[in-house]
C-alpha cells in the first residue's frame, strides 16, 4: 500500500494532537486507502411476492389509468429507485422463491395459471408479475437483477431451464420460448440464489444435506453468457449459525460457488416485535443491540471464510437485513407492512457503516424489503408514494458506491440505558473516483449529542460540506399527509482546522461529509 511509513508516522502525530479535545469522540481515517473497492451491490435491494411489494408496489396493471406506469410499473417508484442509484434486485422471494415456478409467468398475461401464496397470507395471485416483467424492470431501473431459484418445491430441471431462458443468446428450447414471449435478447442474469433459508422455509435441511444438494443445482447451471459467468450464491446461515457457513465453504468445491449468504433482521424481541412507531427508548435500545451484532456476525462469519478462502474470492452476501416490527394496526398480518421512523434510519447507518468497512468480505447486501414491506424505502398507498427515513440515509450513502474503503479507527463513546451501554458512534468512509473523501457518521444516542474530532491527513486544503438526517422525535415518520416530516437538510455542525475536522452530532442523528 503506498505511502504506508508516512501513515505510520502520521498516526501518533495527529493521536497527539487528538490529545488536546477532551472527552470527544475520535476518529482516525487513513486517507491512503486500503486495496478494497465498497462494491456498490452492498446497497441492493429485495422484493418479494409478500404483500403490496410487487402487487400495488411495484406493479398496477397494464390497465390501470390511475396511476402513471410503463406496462404495469409505477412509474414514481422506478424514478424513486433510480435516485438512489439502486444497484441490484433480488426478486421474487424469500420463503416464496421456494414455492414459485417461473413457467407460471411467463406468455400472454390472461393465459397464466393462478396460484395461492402459501407464505404471505394466503393470497390468490394470477403470476401477471413474473420473469419478463422483473428483467424489464431492472433494465429500467439499471440495476442487475438477482433471481432466487426454487430448490425447496423446484427441480434442477427447471432451473436449468430458467438461465437457459433468461441467458441463452443462440437457438435453444428456452431461447425459442423467450422469443415467442416477445423477447429477442438475453438479460445475461448474472447473480443466482440457490434457494432461500433453506436451513428454515426452503426445507428445514441440514447444512450438510443442503451443501449436497447445492452442488447438484449449481453443477447444471450453464453460464450461456460467454462473459465473466454466473454469480451462485449458497443459501446462507440464520443469523450467528456459524456451523452453516462452515459446511457451505468446506463441503462446496471452489468452481461451484461465488457467494454465501447472511440473513440477520433488527428487532426489539422476536417474540414481541412491538409497534414500528410507538416504541419505548428501551425498545429502541434494544433494536440497536440487535442491529450492533451484525459487527459480530459479520467477522465471525467473514473469519470461517477466511480459513478457506484465504484470498477472499467468496463473498458474504447479506441478502436479507432491515428491522421488523408488527404490522400496522388493521393490516393484514401476512403482508408485514410497517411504518418507518428515524429508528430505522439508526439501523440503515450503522449497519451500512459496518458493510462498508467489512468490504473486502461482504460484496453484496439486499435490505429487506424495497416497498411496502418491512425496512421499506418506498411506502405507497393508491396513487400516493412517500419516501421512508431509511431511503434518505441510503440516498445520502450512495456516495460510497464502488468508492476505496479508508480504513479508520474509532475511540467511542457510550450510550447508557439502566446500566446497560452500547457504543454510540458508527462510521465509515471511502474516496471516490474523482478523489472526493465521503465520512458517514451515526450517533444512535437518544438523548445526548456527541462532539466528534476527526483527523484525516490530506484535507487541509479540501473544502468540507455535509449532510443530515434528523428529526425531533425517535418515533417521527413520514405520513401520506406529511410526507417530508423528515427528510436530509444541510450540516453545518462543523468547524474544520487543517486535517482536523469537529463535529457535533445530535441525538439519533446520521451525517454524511464531504472533503472537496
Ligand atoms: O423478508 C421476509 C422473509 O424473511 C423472507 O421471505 C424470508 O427469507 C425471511 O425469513
Request: hydrophobic share 40%; glycine share 10%; proline share 4%.
Amino acid at each position: 500500500m503506498k505511502n504506508r511509513a508516512i501513515t505510520a508516522l502520521l498516526i501518533p502525530l495527529m493521536l497527539a494532537t487528538f490529545g488536546a479535545f477532551g472527552q470527544n469522540g475520535r476518529i482516525l481515517i487513513d486517507a491512503d486507502g486500503s486495496e478494497y473497492t465498497i462494491s456498490r451491490h452492498i446497497y441492493g435491494h429485495f422484493s418479494e411476492h409478500l404483500g403490496r411489494c410487487i402487487y400495488g408496489g411495484f406493479y398496477v396493471g397494464e390497465n390501470n389509468t390511475a396511476i402513471p406506469h410503463t406496462d404495469g410499473v409505477r412509474t414514481d417508484v422506478v424514478e424513486a429507485l433510480k435516485a438512489l442509484k439502486i444497484p441490484n434486485l433480488r426478486w421474487p422471494g424469500g420463503c416464496f422463491a421456494d414455492t414459485y415456478h417461473w413457467k407460471n409467468g411467463i406468455g400472454p398475461k390472461a393465459e397464466r395459471p393462478s396460484i395461492v401464496n402459501t407464505w404471505w397470507g394466503g393470497v390468490t395471485e394470477d403470476n401477471s408479475f413474473g420473469t419478463h416483467d422483473f428483467l424489464n424492470l431492472c433494465e429500467r431501473l439499471g440495476a442487475e437483477p438477482y433471481l432466487a431459484a426454487n430448490v425447496g418445491s423446484g427441480t434442477v430441471e427447471d432451473l436449468i431451464d430458467w438461465v437457459q431462458y433468461v441467458n441463452h443468446p443462440g437457438k435453444s428450447p428456452m431461447s425459442e420460448l423467450r422469443r415467442k414471449n416477445g423477447r429477442a435478447a438475453p438479460w445475461k442474469v448474472k447473480y443466482w440464489g440457490v434457494g432461500n433459508e433453506m436451513w428454515g422455509c426452503g426445507g428445514h435441511m441440514t447444512p450438510e444435506y443442503y451443501a449436497n444438494i447445492y452442488k447438484q443445482y449449481a453443477t447444471f447451471m450453464t453460464d450461456w453468457t460467454n462473459s465473466d459467468g454466473l454469480y451462485r450464491v449458497a443459501s446462507g446461515a440464520n443469523v450467528a449459525d456459524y456451523h452453516w457457513t462452515e459446511v457451505m465453504m468446506r463441503d462446496i468445491p471452489r468452481n461451484l460457488i461465488e457467494g454465501v449468504a447472511l440473513h440477520s433482521y433488527s428487532f426489539v424481541e422476536w417474540n414481541d416485535k412491538g409497534s414500528a412507531t410507538d416504541f419505548s427508548e428501551a425498545q429502541y435500545f434494544s433494536t440497536m443491540q440487535t442491529a450492533q451484532e451484525m459487527e459480530e456476525l459479520v467477522t465471525r462469519h467473514s473469519a470461517i471464510m477466511d480459513q478457506y478462502d484465504p484470498e477472499r474470492r467468496i463473498g458474504l452476501i447479506v441478502d436479507e437485513w432491515g428491522g421488523w416490527y408488527n404490522v400496522e394496526p388493521g393490516t393484514n398480518p401476512g403482508f408485514l407492512f410497517q411504518q418507518n421512523t428515524m429508528r430505522d434510519a439508526m439501523i440503515a447507518g450503522l449497519t451500512l457503516n459496518i458493510f462498508n468497512n467489512h468490504c473486502s468480505r461482504v460484496r453484496m447486501a439486499n435490505l429487506a424489503q424495497t416497498v411496502n414491506v418491512l425496512q421499506a424505502v418506498i411506502l405507497t398507498e393508491g396513487e400516493k408514494m412517500l419516501l421512508t427515513p431509511t431511503y434518505h440515509v441510503m440516498k445520502m450513502y450512495s456516495v460510497h458506491q464502488d468508492a476505496q474503503l479508508l480504513p479508520l479507527s474509532i475511540d467511542n463513546l457510550q450510550y447508557q440505558l439502566g446500566g446497560a451501554s452500547l457504543p454510540a458512534l458508527s462510521a465509515s468512509a471511502s474516496k471516490d473516483k474523482d478523489g472526493l473523501i465521503h465520512i458517514s457518521l451515526v450517533n444512535i444516542d437518544a438523548n445526548a449529542g456527541h462532539t466528534v474530532d476527526i483527523a484525516v491527513q490530506g484535507a487541509g486544503g479540501k473544502r468540507l460540506r455535509g449532510t443530515i438526517l434528523h428529526s425531533e422525535k425517535l418515533q417521527d415518520h413520514n405520513t401520506f399527509e406529511q410526507p417530508d416530516k423528515v427528510k436530509p437538510a444541510e450540516f453545518r455542525a462543523f468547524k474544520k482546522t487543517g486535517d482536523q475536522i469537529t463535529v457535533t452530532l445530535p441525538p439519533f442523528s446520521v451525517v454524511v461529509l464531504e472533503l472537496q
